[in-house]
């Protein structure tokens, strides 16, 4: 006869592993070997026989307990937990701990098998929806009111939602006797599968109404009215709760997410509840100083007063005239960086003024970062010729 395998061997853990560590472990090698995805490989439906019979030994702390001290003999001749096949087949439809490793079990292969683990019976949820609304800078400055158009399904209205001819109505399914769920003998073991004359709803229609083809909703769009807050970002995503497609025959209805996408605007940009503006200036005003007026994203100006010798570059915080904060009170700030413009389309008048301003001195003396870029790069120059 051939030597069992160590139990924890077979699991894939240490000794000392708890019970989280045993059931990821079980989960995780059951999936793999599987009968229903292993149906050509005979091996793994015996691998897989070992992997619940090691798992309801270790899970269970007494029969751990015993296996640790004694190892298989533990369970021989039929003392302590049951071993083998028979067994492990006990372990399905047996009580007590027996009733404990089935519902463990149900549990991890529920995702597997399609059941949706919790909802025994009973209409299913209807599908979420999304919808991408665009929006303007100052309409995520101010918050808006929107009028949305949602294509989807509501409940029919000639059945009320249920799906059934008026005048009749469900009845329980015969297959699942209203459960939703039917068990299914599979070799050695028992597996709960999704009932599929009633596809786990508990009921059934015999008489399905003629406006909705006993689906108990129909297509149609729907107008909402959607508030949207001051100080939104791009990319939120606002939920509205029930506003998705109608469940069928009754169901619950699902959820519309809402995608809000603000666009670019052409004086601002946005960084949180800060804007950012670039502002153009004249040569003469950067030079000789002077006030200008910015505007703001509420629809007003501000002013900004240039100090003289002012560069590209150069930015102006005003407090409190950025972007509304989102459920908070205040604002951001707006920041004015000034861009300083070369005059072009120069005639000859104009010309001759700024030679002459040259010729008075207004050259290096006027422009350090000028001078000082120069008087660096000399003595690169010479550096490089030295070491040549």
């Known amino acids: 006869m051939a030597q069992q395998q160590c139990y924890y061997e077979v699991l894939g853990v240490e000794r000392g592993a708890d019970a989280a560590a045993l059931k990821s472990a079980f989960r995780k090698r059951a999936m793999q070997y599987h009968p229903d995805r292993n149906k050509d490989d005979p091996a793994a439906e015996q691998k897989f026989k070992e992997l619940g019979e090691a798992y309801e030994v270790l899970s269970d702390d007494q029969k751990r307990a015993a296996y640790d001290r004694f190892g298989h003999a533990a369970f021989a001749n039929g003392h302590g937990a049951s071993a083998g096949a028979g067994g492990f087949a006990r372990g399905f439809g047996g009580a007590g701990g027996a009733a404990g490793f089935a519902d463990i079990f149900d549990d991890i292969f529920s995702e597997f098998m399609g059941g949706q683990r919790g909802r025994r019976g009973g209409p299913g949820r209807g599908a979420d929806l999304k919808y991408n609304l665009s929006i303007t800078l100052e309409d995520s400055f101010n918050g808006k009111k929107a009028e949305i158009t949602v294509p989807g399904s509501v409940p029919c209205e000639t059945c009320e939602g249920s799906g059934a001819k008026p005048g009749s109505g469900p009845t329980h399914c015969g297959t699942c006797k209203g459960a939703g769920r039917v068990r299914m003998q599979q070799g050695f073991f028992t597996i709960e599968r999704t009932c599929p004359q009633c596809h786990g709803e508990g009921k059934v229609i015999s008489d399905p109404c003629t406006d909705c083809s006993g689906q108990g909703r129909v297509r149609r769009e729907r107008t909402l009215n959607v508030d949207i807050p001051a100080g939104i970002e791009d990319g939120t995503r606002i939920r509205l709760s029930g506003e998705g497609e109608a469940g069928p025959r009754g169901g619950p209805e699902g959820d519309l997410y809402i995608f809000v996408r603000v666009g670019e605007h052409e004086l601002f940009e946005r960084d949180g509840p800060d804007l950012y503006c670039m502002m153009p200036i004249p040569m003469t005003t950067a030079a000789l100083g002077g006030d200008f007026e910015a505007p703001t994203i509420d629809g007003g100006r501000v002013k900004i007063s240039v100090p003289e010798g002012s560069q590209t570059g150069k930015r102006f915080r005003v407090r409190g005239k950025g972007m509304s904060v ?54 690169f120059w010479e550096n490089v010729t030295e070491g040549r």
């Not at 205040?330 to 005059?343: K, N, S, W």
């Not at 010309?351 to 008087?375: R, T």
């Open 326 to 379: 989102l459920n908070k009170q205040g604002r951001g700030d707006l920041y004015v960086e000034v861009q300083v413009e070369t005059p072009t389309g120069l005639n000859a008048e104009q010309k001759a003024l700024l030679k002459q301003f040259c010729e008075a001195g207004g050259g290096e003396d006027c422009c350090p970062e000028h001078k000082g870029f120069f008087e660096k790069a000399k003595t």
